[in-house]
């Protein structure tokens, strides 16, 4: 089965860092595309910022681009997400999402989330 584990939310004053893990189970990581995404409260589900099998491909949400960076260790099956510059606006669940070959924005399961305050 399909296990995706998130580690590292915490609350962090405006403008720290933070950054966030996903360890994968259950399939093999390096054919998959990764994502990251969030809810905040009262909002949808958002994609936040994804990559492709190899990690030489990523795409973001324009409300993080420049402040997040998302990597994979497909040595470790591990996701990351760097996030630095954060805003209360950042406040939410963060979500790490396996998605199809070769599509990024594609999520097919879910972990359970890390809670990400900034306050």
């Known amino acids: 089965d399909v296990q995706l584990v998130e580690s590292g939310g915490d609350w962090v004053q405006t403008g720290g860092s933070l950054r966030l893990s996903c360890a994968a189970s259950?399939?093999?990581?390096?054919?998959?595309?990764m994502s990251w995404f969030r809810q905040a409260p009262g909002k949808e589900r958002e994609g936040v910022a994804g990559i492709l099998e190899t990690g030489r491909s990523t795409s973001y949400a324009l409300s993080v681009k420049g402040r997040f960076t998302v990597s994979r260790d497909n040595d470790k099956n591990t996701l990351s997400l760097h996030m630095n510059s954060l805003k209360t606006e950042d406040t939410a669940i963060y979500f790490c999402?396996?998605?199809?070959?070769?599509?990024?924005?594609?999520?097919?399961?879910w972990g359970h989330g890390t809670q990400v305050t900034v306050s």
């Open positions: 259950g399939f093999p990581f390096d054919r998959y595309t």
């Open positions: 999402a396996k998605g199809t070959e070769g599509v990024v924005w594609s999520p097919t399961d």
